[in-house]
């Protein structure tokens, strides 16, 4: 950012910008706008913290000048200060005003106060065309778009112009020149490059064909701009007086966190600081009773979030506690104790798996599990009361062998936290079909086999809807018997049974049977079918019943 290097706070103000740019090229569906308003709050969030500190400020400034005896030229100073503060004051009303002009108009609700639903969400948060017509057609009737975002771009340009025009003993109060606020496409880094957008305004680029959220974001992300470049000048006048070193008699407890909503099985991250810190004062913290450390007055917190239950929405809350001591001088130690609320959204399991509907009984079931929330933290474990889960080369990926024939629970966890459960159907496996043939085709009943024929064959046939997707699993073996009938007699009979189950057809030889005659009949009969599953485990196919074939020989 010009004027000196970016604070954490202006570069996570930049990243958040950046971000809404991003989410206002993709198509607006319920969840982006949900994004959006998160985005928004923790903006709105981030500008309560730098007002805050830029009034500590010039409150400081001013107990400066007071402790200086009110010299004249530290006066001056000080009004300089307070002009610089009301400026900013004006144009951040201003956005303020414009936002809750949006929020009502989109509402368009003459009952409501604040533009919400009973859930406390933005009634017209997806309103565009009102967006529009407010920010940047404004009156119709005229030649050219006349919305409020001309007027706001006069307003916020002109504030920086007046920011760069400051200065104190002929030196600027900011060490380079700020960039105007509101910028045309072709001004604008991010889009200046693209042809679809370098040729739109400042108005049309931010609030044409926007939802009433996304132009909530930009004027907020506005207000923020503002607030930090008041937040430099006002550093630099207090420099002047040493003010920076001000002693301050009141102290607010706060706390900063990365985000208000987690997912399970990810870090919790939170800074508790002092609003208006004293480089001389060397405070402790704590949180939930046990020290933590200090650097530079700011404490880390950093732990993975839990829940044991969710609500129908799928958020947990949850909250900690922290204490800040300072040695005050005069005053012994005092303590600040701090009660913070936060979300644990529920993580969304997917689940993806050859057999969509189910998971076939006695079979390996392969499940390629994931938690995308949880991205690099995901550092799964599965366990299942009904069922043999063994790990594959990839640690989401895994053989499910159900050993029950009612449901199976897989239990998912990452990193020792527990994500949730996934329960699936089981069901067993589609039979097989057994065709009988002699020479490739099905027995005909109606045709006379000569006397030399040597055998028929037995082919099993899996269901096409698991022959490829559970190939291991569906090998068959088959038995039965051969036997010769010459009228009403059986004359001869062996028994058959398959032996390799990776070989589907099998040869059933007539040699056993001995010399057949003209007028003889054979009976194949396939009595038993076993299957034999990706472990190797041979059992008896339950639901087959046994079946034969007729040959007549002439």
């Known amino acids: 950012m010009a004027g000196g290097k970016e604070t954490p706070r202006q570069k996570l103000i930049g990243l958040m910008y950046l971000v809404l740019l991003a989410m206002l090229a993709l198509q607006v569906s319920s969840a982006i706008i949900q994004k959006f308003q998160f985005l928004n709050?923790?903006?709105?969030?981030?500008?309560?913290?730098?007002?805050?500190?830029?009034?500590?400020?010039?409150?400081g400034i001013e107990a400066a000048v007071a402790e200086r005896k009110n010299q004249a030229k530290d006066k001056a100073v000080l009004e300089k200060a307070k002009e610089v503060k009301s400026k900013s004051d004006e144009i951040i009303k201003y956005l303020a005003d414009l936002k809750h002009e949006l929020i009502m108009v989109t509402a368009d609700d003459p009952t409501s106060k604040d533009g919400k639903d009973e859930n406390g969400n933005y009634k017209g948060a997806k309103e565009e065309d009102k967006v529009s017509q407010l920010m940047v057609v404004g009156d119709p009737t005229k030649p050219k778009h006349n919305g409020k975002a001309y007027v706001l771009k006069e307003k916020l340009n002109a504030f920086t112009a007046y920011i760069n025009g400051l200065s104190h003993d002929g030196k600027p109060l900011v060490a380079s020149p700020y960039p105007n606020l509101a910028l045309d496409g072709k001004e604008d880094p991010i889009t200046k490059k693209d042809r679809d957008q370098n040729i739109k305004d400042f108005a049309s680029l931010n609030f044409e064909q926007t939802p009433m959220i996304a132009a909530l974001a930009v004027l907020t992300d506005k207000q923020n701009r503002v607030a930090a470049m008041e937040a430099e000048v006002l550093k630099a006048i207090a420099s002047e007086l040493g003010a920076d070193e001000v002693r301050f008699d009141k102290i607010n407890a706060m706390f900063r966190a990365s985000s208000k909503v987690v997912a399970a099985g990810t870090n919790y991250e939170a800074e508790m600081f002092i609003a208006a810190q004293a480089t001389a004062i060397k405070p402790t913290m704590t949180y939930n009773g046990k020290p933590i450390e200090?650097?530079?007055?700011?404490?880390?917190?950093?732990?993975?979030?839990a829940a044991s239950s969710y609500d129908a929405e799928g958020n947990s809350k949850q909250n900690w506690k922290g204490t800040i001591t300072l040695p005050l001088p005069g005053r012994g130690d005092t303590t600040f104790k701090l009660d913070a609320e936060y979300i644990v959204a529920k993580p969304v399991i997917e689940v993806t798996s050859a057999a969509v509907q189910g998971l076939y009984f006695d079979c390996g079931n392969e499940l390629n599990i994931k938690v995308p929330a949880l991205g690099a933290n995901y550092k799964p474990a599965f366990t299942s009361p009904n069922a043999a889960i063994s790990r594959t080369s990839e640690p989401q990926k895994v053989m499910v062998v159900p050993s029950s024939k009612d449901k199976v629970t897989i239990a998912v966890a990452s990193d020792g936290s527990a994500i949730g459960n996934i329960v699936f159907d089981v069901k067993e496996l589609p039979l097989p079909r057994v065709e009988i043939l002699v020479g490739g085709a099905p027995v005909n009943p109606k045709k006379a086999y000569s006397t030399g024929l040597p055998g028929i064959q037995v082919k099993v046939v899996p269901d096409a809807s698991v022959a490829e997707t559970m190939k291991k699993d569906c090998r068959y073996t088959v038995s039965g018997e051969l036997s010769v009938r010459r009228g009403s007699r059986i004359v001869n009979s062996v028994k058959f049974s398959s032996q390799d189950p990776n070989n589907l057809t099998y040869n059933a030889m007539f040699g056993g049977l001995g010399e057949l005659k003209p007028n003889d009949n054979v009976v194949v009969e396939v009595l038993e079918l076993k299957r034999t599953n990706y472990r190797d485990n041979t059992s008896k196919v339950t639901g087959f019943r046994p079946m034969a074939s007729t040959l007549a020989f002439q």
């Open 294 to 305: 200090v650097k530079d007055g700011v404490g880390t917190i950093k732990f993975k979030a």
């Open 41 to 59: 709050s923790s903006l709105e969030g981030a500008l309560d913290i730098a007002e805050s500190k830029n009034k500590s400020v010039v409150a």
